[in-house]
């Protein structure tokens, strides 16, 4: 299968209004509080885990996800993010509850200014970038410093010289399915100067079923 694969209009509104609903009146979310970043102090996300039968209309959602990868994917664990800020470079390649690393599903719950940046760096035991930058010499044409800045400029200046884009997705809509392998490193991009909303979607974790 692709690396990245991106759909749009692949749910129906309607189903996504209802999860978006359901989601509203949660009240047993995580929030995660910046130790050491760019937002250092401050709040980056509320997380909230789900159960892929709480409603009709998620586990609808969940089956057709499924159907994409041909059945040969199982989920390892579905998360609503309300994410007030964006998140910093990293993968979702390991997960404590999960064995055999497949896909990162993102289905957004609302439309948002914002769009997913994949790079062509990965990592194959860890998801932290940091950790790349010890073990990886900088790239010879990295980001260009325009695309950084419009994009990029809410993480540390430096990691750009390691960096090279694979695809920026197109903007947040909901009906749309974004999934790439979990071995990519990835970044929201700096969606927080535009909209003052925070931006609402799944994330489904994918391992390989076989």
């Given at each position: ?97 999960s064995y055999n690393p497949f ?62 884009i694979k695809q920026i997705l ?41």
């Amino acid at each position: 299968m692709d690396d990245i694969i991106f759909k749009d209009n692949f749910f129906d509104l309607l189903t996504i209004k209802k999860v978006f609903d359901y989601c509203q009146t949660l009240t047993h979310g995580k929030d995660f509080l910046d130790q050491q970043g760019i937002f250092k102090g401050k709040i980056i996300a509320r997380q909230t885990s789900l159960g892929v039968t709480d409603i009709q209309e998620l586990t609808q959602i969940l089956d057709k996800t499924l159907e994409l990868f041909n059945h040969s994917a199982k989920i390892v664990t579905v998360t609503h993010n309300r994410l007030y800020f964006p998140w910093d470079i990293h993968t979702d390649l390991i997960r404590a509850d999960s064995y055999n690393p497949f896909y990162n599903v993102l289905i957004p719950l609302t439309d948002a200014d914002s769009s997913t940046i994949i790079f062509n760096q990965y990592s194959t035991d860890y998801n932290e970038f940091y950790k790349y930058k010890q073990s990886h010499k900088q790239e010879s044409n990295p980001i260009d410093l325009d695309t950084w800045n419009q994009n990029l400029s809410m993480c540390w200046p430096e990691d750009r010289l390691w960096l090279t884009i694979k695809q920026i997705l197109p903007r947040q809509r909901a009906g749309q399915i974004v999934a790439f392998k979990r071995n990519f490193f990835h970044s929201s991009d700096q969606f927080h100067l535009r909209q003052n909303e925070p931006k609402l979607f799944l994330q489904v974790i994918l391992d390989k079923k076989y």
